[in-house]
């Protein structure tokens, strides 16, 4: 019999949903150091047609962007399960070890997905948003921060965190930082801004 050529590759879950076995497949591209992949190749080691991975994603943009949400996933994820003690500030450095532990688990998958979110894409996507979310949890009501400026603190940090997390990590991703120091200077950058309200 003929091998049908829409069967997904060896270690792909076989009955995933699509879209899972479209991003595993760019997962497992990207651990061979082939973040370059053409859409062809991704249709191909997901084991679907060519048109696919564009209806569900859209572009190649669309598939980083959905894999940069998983990995701010598995940072809530693991977030939620360790339930880190203390104030806001304690939760924020908490958090942070988590999310660089996170992107250091897979480096050569991380750093594809980063430098592909560093380039324009027709549509931006939802990676600031959902990062921003990541820190609001870990701020939870913001006890220890500056009473007179708590609520401006909820309002603001979650977004600059964020975009300061990005920072170090677009250093991280060009080589410029090593991996034992993308977490001490996401938490260093990280507590500047959450003292400048009292935290």
């Not at 977030?79 to 532990?101: C, E, H, L, M, T």
């Amino acid at each position: 019999m003929t091998q049908n050529k829409c069967n997904p590759p060896t270690g792909l879950q076989r009955g995933a949903p699509v879209r899972t076995r479209i991003l595993d497949a760019a997962e497992h591209l990207m651990r061979q150091g082939k973040a370059d992949f053409s859409m062809r190749d991704l249709a191909s080691e997901a084991g679907v047609s060519f048109a696919t991975p564009f209806n569900h994603f859209g572009s190649k943009a669309g598939i980083m962007q959905a894999l940069s949400g998983r990995r701010i996933d598995a940072m809530e994820a693991r977030y939620r399960a360790a339930s880190p003690p203390g104030d806001a500030a304690a939760r924020v450095g908490a958090a942070v070890d988590i999310a660089a532990a996170v992107m250091l688990e897979e480096p050569l998958v991380s750093r594809g997905v980063m430098g592909w979110l560093g380039t324009p894409a027709p549509d931006p996507g939802l990676v600031a948003a959902r990062s921003a979310a990541l820190w609001a949890l870990a701020l939870d009501d913001g006890d220890g921060l500056n009473a007179a400026r708590r609520s401006e603190a909820l309002t603001e940090l979650p977004q600059q965190l964020a975009f300061a997390f990005r920072g170090v990590l677009s250093f991280w991703t060009a080589g410029e930082l090593a991996d034992a120091a993308l977490a001490p200077q996401a938490r260093a950058l990280a507590m500047t801004l959450l003292g400048s309200y009292g935290g």
